[in-house]
């Protein structure tokens, strides 16, 4: 997956992750974290499937887009939990 469909995909990832946990944080902190999660759940996902999921079709796989929204809403738990900030 090229750089500026990791972005995208780690945007959408983040405003995904941010409506499902309904945590209060800004959202510049929310996308950064969700690119983060995002970058952690891909590489995750390429270690457990063997798949390439950086490859050229990495962006419309949809193991993509589970690993990606899982690692952004872990990412976000856990600087939650480490923040003391709880959902709404």
């Avoid at 990495?58 to 856990?78: D, E, K, P």
Wanted: no cysteine; hydrophobic share 60%.
């Amino acid at each position: 997956m090229g750089f500026l469909s990791f972005l995208i995909l780690g945007l959408i990832a983040a405003v995904i992750a941010k409506a499902v946990l309904k945590q209060k944080h800004g959202w510049v902190v929310t996308i950064l974290l969700g690119l983060a999660g995002a970058a952690l759940g891909g590489w995750i996902g390429g270690a457990v499937t063997g798949e390439d999921i950086y490859g050229v079709n990495g962006f419309w796989s949809i193991t993509s887009w589970l690993f990606a929204l899982g690692g952004a809403i872990i990412v976000l738990l856990v600087f939650g939990a480490l923040t003391g900030r709880r959902k709404a």
